[in-house]
């Protein structure tokens, strides 16, 4: 099984509100990743897991906090969303440590728009 | 600063023609370089992929074409298939982890 599942689908929240995306994979990988999609823009890394490890992008330092509260789970959560973060939020997982490059498994997404 | 970048933004063939879609990137360090596909509703997944120490991948009617010295690779998709419609996105990492994409070619392939 080759799947990375993220919920929900869609998600609607409010401008100064919190949200929290949640993604998981059973494939036993120990690197999870989380890009920002918008239109007509290059998919955007923002932060990722190398097993407990947590290592965010230095422009997104302050704006995105995750969690992984084991190996399968990881969450993506904004504090305050505002307009800007209006976009596709897609998770993505790979085994890292190898001398191969792996590939990245990604989820169907979770398109958020703030309102 | 775009680092991977993608030409066209978008492409039209008929069926049975080759589809050229166009990567370049920037950082020298970059040397694995995997072509990501994805359909309408569904998370990109991986279509091929090449490493900076070969010139050329083949995978069925999918070919990477790489020029370390200008920076440049292509993906050539012979015999396009209506089925190929799609946004390919092309992306660079240096070593296994942490991918920079491009923001993807649209391809439509008319019957």
């Known amino acids: 099984d080759t799947t990375v599942k993220q919920n929900p689908r869609y998600k609607l929240a409010r401008v100064g509100k919190p949200v929290n995306l949640i993604c998981s994979q059973t494939m036993n990988h120990d690197t999870m990743y989380w890009y920002q999609k918008k239109p007509n823009q290059a998919p955007k890394l923002l932060l990722f897991?190398?097993?407990?490890?947590?290592?965010r992008e230095a422009d997104t330092f302050e704006k995105f906090q995750s969690s992984r509260p084991n190996n399968s789970f990881c969450s993506l959560y904004i504090g305050s969303a505002g307009l800007e973060y209006s976009a596709m939020y897609l998770c993505?997982?790979?085994?890292?440590?190898?001398?191969?490059?792996?590939?990245?498994?990604f989820g169907s997404g979770t398109r958020l728009t703030v309102l | 600063q775009q680092q991977v970048r993608q030409s066209p933004q978008s492409l039209t063939v008929w069926e049975g023609e080759t589809a050229i879609l166009n990567c370049s990137y920037e950082?020298?360090?970059?040397?694995?370089f995997p072509w990501y596909q994805q359909f309408p509703g569904e998370g990109p997944a991986l279509l091929i992929s090449i490493l900076s120490v070969s010139d050329k991948k083949e995978d069925g009617r999918f070919t990477i074409f790489f020029n370390k010295r200008e920076k440049k690779l292509s993906l050539h998709i012979a015999d396009s298939q209506p089925g190929d419609s799609a946004t390919y996105f092309c992306?660079?990492?240096?070593?296994?982890?942490?991918?920079?994409f491009g923001k993807g070619t649209s391809l439509v392939v008319h019957p």
């Open positions: 950082n020298s360090a970059f040397d694995y």
């Open positions: 992306a660079a990492s240096p070593g296994n982890y942490k991918p920079t």
């Open positions: 993505a997982s790979s085994r890292v440590g190898g001398a191969l490059a792996e590939t990245l498994y």
């Open positions: 897991y190398y097993d407990k490890i947590l290592n």
